[in-house]
């Protein structure tokens, strides 16, 4: 999704120039509303799972993705608390720069929750645990 939609100065993993037809399209907010729709789905893939704990899983993805968004806004309070260990990790060795280089847009927030409300759905009524065969 970020290879084809982001721009490459936003990608901690991609070195290529590429044009983006998926930004020109659906603007800058496609990843926003797909990280938490498909991460729900994964995460209740992996386990067994039930209403409860599907609200527990978006919440939870909502959460995350609500604190990635707002960390862009706020990035010289969060910044001095990130462990310089993270520079080591993989993934997280650009999180201070995806603070520091992020730009912070409610219309983000609202694709985030987008996502998170359609991934609840989708796994609500895609879930075959309580149906006959």
Known sequence: MYIIHRLPEKLCFVSFEYNSILSNICGN?????????????????FIKYNCNSAILIAFGWLF??????IGQKYSDI????????FEMIPFLNNLTGYFE?????????I???SGAII???TVLFTNNTNKET
């Open 111 to 113: 694709a985030i929750i």
């Open 64 to 69: 995350f993705d609500i604190l990635l968004e």
């Open 101 to 109: 280089h992020g730009t912070f847009d409610p219309f983000d927030l």
């Open 29 to 45: 907010y496609l990843a926003d509303f797909i990280h938490p729709f498909s991460f729900i789905l994964l995460t209740c893939a």
């Open 119 to 121: 991934g609840f759905f």
């Open 78 to 85: 969060i910044n001095p608390f990130i462990p310089e260990c």
